[in-house]
């Protein structure tokens, strides 16, 4: 056979070929990946300045699949930063060409391990590798073609370190496995993925679904589950939560996520997020302020392009809070609110979207709270357990109504309930609510802030409509509309250990508040069985002033300034309106005791009945009182009238009827020393007021008053009372007064004895300290009859005055038990000029005397020189020119003139003058002074016995006085009253 003859072209050729085929073989085989695994290491320091390590390089030229092992990228630290085992891919060559394409058969990545850190200033280790934004390469926004038809991803390691937190942490994610089939940038075409990764703390990753690269899009379901709240804390909220949380939680849900044309939108259906074993405390040692066996979120739709928000249900079975305020008044659950950022700088406005939320129902079951409140000396502890509360169709769109019930436990006995529907937009509530034996017992700690007062019983019950609204002006507006009640109130004061303040019931009916309007009625106030311990201690103060604790923080100055400027600045709109038809008090009674008294006296005041009608604020308002009840157990008391206060107009009739005195001796021993030995008193009081004028008819009758023994007391009013009930008395024994009373009519069973000898004791005060005007009463005078007036140096009694010693001559014949005393007196400044010329006269009788017994013979006395109109001259003019030398000059005849002027001995000007010079130098005479007195006395008393008809031994003379106290500048003799 004859071979053919092969040209010698295409021999070359096909050596050519076949020696390119050895290079090719040689270059993939073994001179590329000798070239990788020399070069590359150097390749990546030069880029990055880090160092690097491929273990061994393969490449098989002809499949074009390449395998990397042992690869390692270090930190500048020479840690390791990223490695794996192996790394493979397989390129299919016909089908890239076919399509066009990067087609790629296979990448799969053995035990990949990446370490991230961030440091303390917030860098992380790979910032050295980022690119400057300023050497970015443009996109030009064109896809290139990839097809993969499976990358995994098998035993992968993630290192996680940051150290930017205050305390540093770590966390490992392993093993992660990814598988993604028929991954391609191919536009719409879905690849199916699958990840699963574990963390070391606790936790797994489970993702299946599809994802799409163009556009970029995906949808599948995700599940978290067991990750530990402490990692989730320590990991990502030491910045924002500075609480120590435990339990674990779960989330899973079906989604659909799309970032298309630069919005990213996500869907999420039949979501499921879990809390497990929750638990919240301000650190690990303190005790928990919530803990949960589980909360449960059901049925959770999210949609963010809508902005929708859906939930099937909220449930929460047998959680517990617990809540205090520390002792310095801190909140427990404050660490629990937001921490405040600073104010962003004012810019652009944001648009903000608004979102629709809807949840089914929210459910708590069989939950508990306990508040702990350790501001207050003794702590207090209040619980609240059950608490059970259930919203259903909650919806945020305005308008919607959301119908709820709360059920709350309080205190173990109490009892709390509210049912209604409330609309979040606008916000409105209408809530039924009902509130049962509330023990006030266990609120005695807060008691104790204000009031030195045990709270032994007591039960709180409130029934009603509680209506809420936002106003136009964005105020809440909240109106009340129901009943409210205490039932057996018991208190007792802690200083004296006694019953201080109680009632069986107090019922406030028909109540109706409307905080915006600040207006507030009801229809009653009754009060059954009332009582109240009232005393009076020995410094005058009540016991309610030891009962209440002043706040020491406040300067009453500061408070009282504050509260006055508060009131000023209120204005008729904002002042608070009331209205109470009606105050029923039904068998009150009081201890009423006073330790003041050097006697001290306590009375029982029972059987109160009654009360007051029409309290209203309303300016016109008249209040109808009418009150019935006994004193002592013996005194009927009736009050009635009617009362506007804010006209200050009143019409009240009080009536005490046979009040026994001797009861209410304590009383006249701290007034006047003395007890009461007998007597009864009725008492009818009339209070009229109409525009402000007070016209009162208020008559008390005193039958056989007797005073008893007198006691000591240094306190007591220094009046002589035997003197007001001899003037009181008349012929029966009964002594009738007729006075103004003032004090407070309000609660009359409760100051009954401070009214009485009020009335009592104002009335034997002016009868007293007048008690000539009130014998002047008895013959029909208004005369005051305590003072006898005489003229200027003289004591002889007027017309006038003669008339006023027959008036009481006359009244004295009335009372036979009186006696007068007479006290002459003398005014220096008034009687003296007038007695000064007899002063002188005596003294130029002296000069006189002196003269005749210079002359030899009988001596003679000055009283009893005679002295002639000429001698008078004479020792006038000796007498001025030796006093005043300087006001006498002689004239051109040898005779004394003025000086300065013509006057001369010849005139009466000249006389006149000196008398009145003479006169003026004369020191006044007590005695003389004292003997005007006495003869004005005299005259009195004189009158009384001879013409009056008084007995001389009910008359008196006192002592002379000069000058004594008097009213104005009469000149007087002053008399006064005694009694036997």
């Known amino acids: 056979m004859k071979v053919p003859h092969i040209p010698s072209k295409?021999?070359?050729?096909?050596?050519?070929?076949?020696?390119?085929?050895?290079?090719?073989?040689?270059?993939?085989?073994?001179?590329?990946?000798?070239?990788?695994?020399?070069?590359?290491?150097?390749?990546?320091?030069?880029?990055?300045?880090?160092?690097?390590s491929v273990a061994t390089v393969r490449f098989d030229p002809f499949s074009l699949q390449l395998s990397l092992q042992g690869f390692a990228l270090q930190e500048p630290d020479d840690r390791l930063f990223v490695g794996f085992d192996g790394f493979f891919i397989d390129i299919n060559a016909r089908q890239s060409i076919s399509q066009a394409a990067l087609v790629i058969d296979k990448v799969s990545l053995n035990k990949p391990v990446v370490r991230i850190a961030k440091g303390k200033d917030g860098t992380f280790n790979f910032k050295d590798l980022l690119k400057d934004s300023n050497e970015a390469e443009q996109d030009d926004g064109k896809v290139f073609p990839i097809n993969i038809a499976k990358l995994s991803m098998t035993e992968g390691k993630l290192d996680w370190e940051d150290a930017h937190f205050s305390s540093p942490e770590k966390e490992t994610a392993y093993p992660i496995n990814l598988v993604i089939d028929n991954l391609t940038t191919q536009a719409d075409k879905p690849s199916n993925l699958g990840l699963s990764l574990e963390l070391n703390s606790g936790g797994k990753l489970d993702w299946q679904g599809a994802i799409s690269l163009n556009p970029l899009s995906s949808s599948g379901h995700i599940k978290l589950e067991k990750v530990q709240l402490p990692r989730i804390r320590a990991l990502a909220?030491?910045?924002?939560?500075?609480?120590?949380?435990?339990?674990?939680?779960?989330?899973?849900?079906?989604?659909?996520?799309?970032?298309?044309?630069?919005q990213f939108n996500v869907n999420l259906n039949q979501g499921k997020f879990e809390l497990h074993d929750f638990q919240v405390s301000q650190n690990s040692q303190d005790k928990p302020l919530v803990k949960m066996v589980r909360f449960a979120v059901q049925g959770i739709g999210f949609n963010l392009e809508k902005h929708e928000l859906t939930v099937e249900s909220v449930?929460?079975?047998?959680?517990?809070?617990?809540?205090?305020?520390n002792p310095d008044g801190?909140?427990?659950?404050?660490?629990?609110?937001?921490?405040?950022?600073?104010?962003?700088?004012?810019?652009?406005?944001?648009?903000?979207?608004?979102?629709?939320?809807k949840v089914n129902n929210i459910a708590l079951n069989n939950c508990g709270l306990t508040f702990e409140d350790q501001t207050l000396k003794k702590p207090i502890t209040i619980t609240a357990k059950p608490i059970n509360f259930q919203l259903t169709n909650f919806n945020n769109e305005a308008g919607a109504s959301l119908p709820f019930q709360l059920s709350v436990g309080l205190n173990e006995t109490g009892l709390i309930k509210l049912d209604g529907n409330t609309v979040i937009e606008p916000l409105s509530a209408q809530i039924a609510v009902d509130v049962k034996d509330v023990d006030l017992e266990k609120f005695q700690a807060?008691?104790?802030?204000?009031?030195?007062?045990?709270?032994i019983n007591g039960s709180l019950a409130i029934d009603g409509k509680?209506?809420?609204?936002?106003?136009?002006?964005?105020?809440?507006?909240?109106?009340?509309?129901?009943?409210?009640?205490?039932?057996?109130?018991?208190?007792?004061?802690?200083?004296?250990?006694?019953?201080?303040?109680?009632?069986?019931?107090?019922?406030?009916?028909?109540?109706?508040?409307?905080?915006?309007?600040?207006?507030?009625?009801?229809?009653?106030?009754?009060?059954?069985?009332?009582?109240?311990?009232?005393?009076?201690?020995?410094?005058?103060?009540?016991?309610f002033g030891d009962i209440m604790i002043a706040d020491k923080n406040v300067e009453k100055g500061k408070q009282d300034a504050t509260v006055k400027a508060a009131k000023n600045t209120q204005t008729d709109a904002q002042k608070p309106k009331f209205k109470l038809g009606k105050i029923q008090v039904i068998d009150g009674s009081s201890d009423f005791s006073d330790l003041s008294l050097i006697l001290p006296f306590a009375a029982q005041i029972k059987s109160l009945d009654g009360g007051a009608s029409n309290i209203s604020s309303e300016q016109k308002s008249t209040i109808?009182?009418?009150?019935?009840?006994?004193?002592?157990?013996?005194?009927?008391?009736?009050?009635?009238?009617?009362?506007?206060?804010?006209?200050?107009?009143?019409?009240?009739?009080?009536?005490?009827?046979?009040?026994?005195?001797?009861?209410?001796?304590?009383?006249?021993?701290?007034?006047a020393g003395y007890k009461v030995e007998k007597g009864k008193m009725s008492l009818e009081l009339n209070y009229k007021v109409a525009n402000r004028e007070l016209t009162a008819?208020?008559?008390?009758?005193?039958?056989?008053?007797?005073?008893?023994?007198?006691?000591?007391?240094?306190?007591?009013?220094?009046?002589?009372?035997?003197?007001?009930?001899?003037?009181?008395?008349?012929?029966?024994?009964?002594?009738?007064?007729?006075?103004?009373?003032?004090?407070?009519?309000?609660?009359?069973?409760?100051?009954?004895s401070h009214i009485l000898v009020d009335a009592l004791v104002n009335s034997i005060s002016k009868v007293i300290t007048s008690p000539f005007r009130a014998l002047a009463s008895l013959i029909g005078s208004e005369e005051d009859l305590s003072t006898i007036d005489f003229a200027a140096g003289d004591a002889v009694l007027t017309k006038s005055q003669i008339s006023k010693l027959g008036d009481l001559a006359k009244a004295l014949k009335s009372r036979p038990v009186l006696k007068l005393e007479i006290k002459g007196a003398a005014y220096q400044e008034q009687d003296w000029p007038a007695v000064s010329d007899d002063a002188l006269y005596d003294q130029l009788k002296r000069i006189k005397a002196a003269e005749v017994n210079k002359q030899g013979g009988r001596k003679i006395r000055a009283e009893h020189v005679v002295i002639s109109d000429q001698d008078y001259r004479r020792l006038m003019e000796q007498l001025f020119a030796e006093k005043f030398p300087l006001m006498v000059e002689k004239s051109l005849l040898g005779t004394l003139r003025l000086v300065g002027s013509k006057a001369d001995t010849s005139t009466d000007e000249f006389y006149a003058v000196a008398k009145q010079k003479l006169s003026a130098i004369i020191k006044p005479e007590e005695q003389r002074l004292k003997n005007l007195a006495a003869e004005r006395a005299q005259a009195i008393a004189n009158y009384i016995v001879q013409k009056g008809g008084i007995a001389n031994e009910r008359v008196f003379i006192l002592d002379t006085a000069i000058d004594p106290a008097r009213e104005g500048n009469g000149i007087v003799s002053l008399l006064s009253l005694k009694a036997d």
């Open 697 to 752: 008819s208020n008559n008390i009758l005193i039958d056989q008053f007797e005073l008893g023994e007198k006691v000591e007391n240094p306190n007591a009013v220094s009046l002589p009372l035997e003197l007001a009930v001899a003037l009181m008395k008349d012929s029966e024994g009964k002594i009738k007064i007729h006075v103004p009373i003032s004090g407070s009519l309000e609660d009359p069973k409760f100051s009954v």
């Open 10 to 52: 295409i021999k070359i050729a096909i050596f050519i070929a076949g020696g390119l085929f050895g290079i090719y073989t040689a270059l993939g085989f073994y001179l590329l990946p000798m070239l990788v695994k020399s070069k590359l290491p150097a390749l990546i320091q030069q880029q990055t300045g880090r160092k690097a």
């Open 330 to 357: 801190v909140f427990s659950y404050q660490p629990l609110l937001p921490i405040a950022k600073a104010e962003e700088a004012p810019g652009e406005p944001v648009e903000k979207t608004s979102w629709s939320i």
């Open 237 to 262: 909220l030491q910045d924002f939560v500075q609480l120590d949380l435990q339990g674990y939680e779960l989330f899973e849900a079906d989604y659909k996520a799309a970032y298309v044309n630069n």
């Open 466 to 543: 509680l209506l809420v609204a936002k106003s136009a002006q964005d105020k809440l507006d909240i109106k009340f509309t129901g009943n409210t009640k205490i039932a057996d109130l018991i208190t007792r004061d802690q200083l004296k250990n006694k019953d201080f303040v109680k009632w069986e019931n107090l019922a406030l009916n028909g109540m109706d508040v409307d905080l915006p309007a600040n207006q507030y009625s009801a229809e009653t106030l009754i009060i059954n069985k009332p009582y109240a311990r009232v005393i009076i201690k020995q410094d005058k103060t009540v016991n």
């Open 315 to 325: 449930a929460a079975n047998d959680a517990d809070f617990k809540a205090w305020l």
């Open 624 to 671: 109808k009182v009418d009150l019935k009840g006994t004193a002592y157990d013996l005194a009927p008391v009736d009050v009635k009238g009617e009362i506007s206060p804010y006209l200050g107009d009143y019409d009240v009739t009080v009536n005490f009827t046979g009040m026994p005195m001797p009861l209410i001796s304590s009383y006249m021993v701290q007034f």
């Open 446 to 455: 807060y008691v104790d802030k204000f009031a030195r007062l045990d709270v």
